[in-house]
């Protein structure tokens, strides 16, 4: 994943524990989960956040660089949405675009 370009630059947020987040640490390369646009639970997009050997902790906001494995159908939606939730059996997290990516 480390060749792999994002998509978008997103300001990510994941949830404190105490708050619905994870219980632990993502890995350190990258974490996958689908994302979810507000107001829409019924379909949802999987996604790698980029992590760059840095793994990311619950109560944690990082910019980071995000791919969709459904490429740039995906990547636009939450472009266009410009602020959308992570999932991963709940809602732990959520995420404010800030930039295209480095396409």
Known sequence: MKDIRPQLIADVT???TD???RRSP???DWFGCPCVLPG???Q?????????GRPM????TRRIGMVFLSGELAAN???AAGKFF???GRIIGEATTVAEGLQ
């Open 14 to 16: 994941l949830y404190p």
């Open 19 to 21: 708050r619905g987040g």
């Open 26 to 28: 993502t890995a350190a």
């Open 40 to 42: 829409d639970g019924r």
């Open 44 to 52: 949802m997009w999987d996604c790698r956040l980029l992590l760059a």
């Open 57 to 60: 902790v619950p109560g944690e």
């Open 77 to 79: 939606k939450f472009r």
């Open 86 to 88: 992570l999932w991963d």
